[in-house]
């Protein structure tokens, strides 16, 4: 059986002894910008009503028209330059969608040409989606071909639009094995360096 204290314990002694001798072998070095919550159009106003009573309300609100999915940010007090990570919940836009494909969706089944968004809150349960990491602001494809190099498998063959003037990518999901897993979410990259911009033209549209 696994030492799992004495693991922890060799981690904890080689973070140390680095941090006393001010090395830092890693290359990069990622916050936390959000977590992803996959949440059914009708699970939005309970949503809302849950995190408003930690403080987290409507920062910002963005319709991904090329993924047919609604992202909302929530920050404490609704400050979009809150310190610390944001929760975004991701909803599939239906009026986007086919009238078939959505007639699929409110009936719990896949239809071809669904949102990624809706396909997934067919396939599993709404809840944590994504863990989103933010990289420095114009590095996201040298980021993105560092993990490349690394042998991480990313989806996509570049990155894409996101969310709020983002520009991102996602590396998929390694449920592994009960002998050695890997991340059971999908994990996001988030470049902010096009998010003023994109405020700029909220703030201007009529």
């Given amino acids: 059986m696994l030492d799992l204290g004495e693991i922890l ?19 990069y070095e990622l916050p936390v910008d959000h977590l992803g919550f996959a949440v059914p159009p009708a699970g939005l ?11 987290y309300l ?6 991904v ?4 999915a609604w992202a909302t940010m929530l920050r404490p007090g609704g400050n979009p330059d809150s310190p610390g990570p944001g929760l975004e919940l991701v909803m599939p836009a239906l009026e986007l969608e086919s009238p078939e494909a959505a007639a699929a969706f409110e009936a719990g089944e896949a239809a071809p040409g669904l949102s990624a968004i809706a396909q997934y809150l067919v396939r599993y349960r ?16 040298d980021f993105r071909a560092y993990l490349i190099e ?7 063959d570049d990155v894409r639009p996101g969310a ?10 390694d449920r592994g094995s009960r002998e050695q897993p890997g991340p059971s979410v999908l994990v996001e990259y988030v470049d902010t360096i096009g998010v003023t911009a994109w405020r700029q033209q909220q703030e201007a549209a009529p």
């Fill in 9 to 27: 314990a060799v981690a904890e002694r080689e973070a140390q002894a680095l941090r006393r001798a001010g090395e830092r072998p890693w290359q």
């Fill in 45 to 55: 106003t309970p949503a809302l009503n849950a995190w408003r009573m930690l403080g």
């Fill in 58 to 63: 409507v920062a910002e609100r963005d319709l």
């Fill in 65 to 68: 028209t090329g993924q047919k």
């Fill in 126 to 141: 709404p809840g944590m989606h994504h863990l989103a990491f933010a990289v420095e602001a114009g590095t996201i494809r």
């Fill in 150 to 156: 690394a042998g991480v498998e990313v989806i996509g």
């Fill in 164 to 173: 709020f003037g983002t520009t991102v990518f996602f590396t998929k999901p």
